[in-house]
Each structure stands twice: as structure tokens, then as C-alpha cells.
């Protein structure tokens, strides 16, 4: 077992907890990063690399993995401990701060603590139908490693947010034929992606399948042949199919988080909007588990709140020193090593 020192402990190494090393180390604050994947990057990395983000300031357009990679340059230069493929188990009050403990058994003293954990663990809602199991990781898939892997192939996506329409529209590219299925003409999804989804499926690209929802799988050995969808009525339809994706959500999970004694509301942790501080001095909440009045959940939200929550925390690892803010562009950062 071994036990660390640090000033601040960020939970969760998703992009925002990766812009928070960067905001903790131009304030001259250390950090240990936490998280129950082996690799960095969070949903991004284990859900979508490949998927494109829209609203990063500065970029048009970005790959997830990109982003992340981008990311884990930027905090780079101030040499931050990962500690990946870990649980924090605990979290316990001392004299100067906390210790957390890991489900390594290993152990890190800090002064504070920022959670940047998303909404905590996930896992994607699988729809229910029989036999589903069997053609999981095979011709049914829950995210997108690779966009390639579907060029020429017969596709079902299901789902009417976000992932199910941004997939659409970037695997309408490289598909045979792909089918999007919803149960309702209307989308969960930005306006502008919206508006190319029906341009796309105007112009022959997508087969909207509207209003129907899935049925059953056919198939053998793992390998999809149809998927039947049908409509609330009744009425069947069969799509020849290679693969489906279901893009029905994420189920999201506390964990132990949901016993370290923070205010938490439907399942996420209030905050104070200014400092981002929990209901426990010290302690910190930022990104998607963070709420408060007039909250967005928007990844450029996450980055501020980074920034809010270390110039916060700067006080209690420095409180004899005064915090005198400068621009990046005039203060400059580190070499990385």
C-alpha cells in the first residue's frame, strides 16, 4: 500500500477533470486524478472517440478522442499522478484536509477535493429483447470505436437524442443503407442536426423508419439478419440488417459517492454556482453532477467551472497568499517535461 501527498485530488479524468489539472496547475496547485477506467478521457473515450463535438470554442468541429488528446497535452506540463482503473472509496476529514482512500488500498492526502465525475459510473440502457445477449459485441453494439468498421455494411440505429442522430448522420457516409428508428417523428437533438438528418433522409441517404420502435433480432451465431421494429398498433416491419446500435441513453450511478455525505439532488451534487463548493467545506463538484439554479450541462460549462471551483480551492492550499489572477496569454505555462 502507498500513501500520497497532493494539494488536490480531481475525481473523474472526463474532459473536465482533465481542464482542471490544467486550472489547478496555473495556480501552482498539484494533483492526483482518479478514475474507475484504465485510460483517460471518460465517456469520450469509452463511449464515442469518434463522434465529432460541435461546440469546443475554437473548433468547428472535433473527434472526441481528439479532444481528449488535446486535453491531456494542455495539463501535460504540470505533471499530474493518474491513478486509473480505481475507485475512491472514501473520503475522511483531517487536520489539513482529507485523506482518500482508494479501492487499491492506496491512500492520498489533500487539501481539497474536486469531483468531476460525470454522473458517476455508466453503462448503456440495453433495450428489451429476447436473445439479446447473444449478438452483443458482435452485431450489436452500444458506441463506435471505429466509423470505418461500418463502410458497406446494412445499419439500424435506434434512438431519438443526440448520439442516435449525430451517428446517423456521420455513418450515412460509409453505410450500405441505414435505417434510423424512432417512435416519433420529433428528435431530442440540436436544431442544425435535426434539419441535416431530414436533408439526408430526403435525399435517399437514411430510410427514416417513423413511428415504430424494435420488436425482435433475427439471426444466427451472433450475426444480425433483421431486426423487426413495430409500430404501437401492432404493425411489423423487417430491415435487413448487419448491425444495430441503440442509442437509448446511459444508466448512471453514484457509487460511493452517494455515501461521502454531500447535498445531492436527483442523484447529483448542489454546489454553490460561484465557488462550486458541495455542502462540505473543501470538497468541490464540477461538469455534469454539479447542479444549481440555471445550470446548462454543456461541456464549455464544465471548463468554467473548472476554472471557478480551483481559484476557489486556491485559498484553502494557499491561504496566506493572496491569488493575483493573470491572463494565460500574458503569464505563459510551464514546458512540458
Known amino acids: 500500500m502507498e500513501h500520497f501527498q497532493t494539494d488536490i485530488v480531481i475525481v473523474g479524468a472526463g474532459p473536465v477533470g482533465l481542464f ?98 460525470g454522473c458517476g459510473a455508466f453503462g448503456p440502457n440495453r433495450p428489451p429483447l429476447q436473445g439479446l445477449e447473444a449478438y452483443e459485441g458482435k452485431s450489436v453494439f452500444y458506441m463506435v470505436n471505429k466509423r470505418e468498421s461500418f463502410r458497406g455494411k446494412k445499419v439500424v440505429i435506434a434512438g431519438g437524442g ?42 435517399g441517404k437514411i430510410e427514416m423508419v417513423i413511428p415504430y420502435q424494435l420488436t425482435r433480432l433475427e439471426g444466427a451465431n451472433g450475426q444480425l439478419s433483421k431486426v423487426i421494429v413495430s409500430t404501437l398498433e401492432g404493425e411489423e416491419k423487417s430491415l435487413e440488417a448487419d448491425i444495430l446500435l441503440p442509442f437509448f441513453g446511459l444508466a448512471m450511478e453514484l457509487g460511493p459517492i452517494a455515501d461521502w455525505g454531500l447535498n445531492l439532488t436527483h442523484s447529483h451534487i448542489t454546489v454553490t454556482p460561484s465557488t462550486l463548493q458541495t455542502s462540505t467545506p473543501g470538497i468541490f463538484a464540477i461538469g ?34 493572496a491569488l493575483h489572477f493573470e491572463y494565460s496569454t500574458t503569464k505563459g505555462v510551464p514546458a512540458a517535461a
Not at 416519433?184 to 433522409?201: D, G, I, N, Q
Not at 447542479?291 to 467551472?305: D, M, R, V
Not at 476554472?307 to 476557489?312: P, T, V, Y
Request: proline letters at 5%; one cysteine or more.
Open 20 to 117: 482542471a489539472i490544467f486550472e489547478c496547475g496555473m495556480v501552482k496547485m498539484r494533483c492526483h486524478v482518479v478514475d474507475t477506467l484504465e485510460a483517460i478521457g471518460g465517456q469520450c473515450a469509452a463511449l464515442y472517440p469518434e463522434k465529432p463535438i460541435y461546440d469546443i470554442p475554437g473548433y468547428p468541429s472535433i473527434l472526441a478522442a481528439d479532444l481528449v488528446e488535446k486535453l491531456h497535452e494542455q495539463a501535460a506540463p504540470f505533471e499530474p499522478t493518474y491513478h486509473l482503473g480505481q475507485q475512491v472509496n472514501a473520503i475522511a476529514k483531517n487536520s489539513g484536509g482529507f485523506t482518500v482512500t482508494l479501492s487499491s488500498g492506496n491512500t492520498i492526502a489533500a487539501t481539497a477535493i474536486i469531483i468531476a465525475a
Open 162 to 203: 443526440d448520439s442516435a442522430v449525430d451517428w446517423a448522420i456521420s455513418l450515412s457516409e460509409l453505410t450500405e443503407k441505414l435505417y434510423v428508428i424512432h417512435r416519433r417523428p420529433k428528435f431530442r437533438c440540436a436544431p442544425e442536426s435535426a434539419a441535416k438528418l431530414e436533408a439526408l433522409a430526403a435525399s
Open 288 to 321: 455534469d453532477i454539479a447542479t444549481y439554479e440555471g445550470k446548462l450541462k454543456l461541456i464549455l460549462s464544465g471548463f468554467a467551472e473548472a476554472a471557478q471551483a480551483a481559484h476557489a480551492a486556491y485559498k484553502l492550499v494557499h491561504p496566506d497568499q
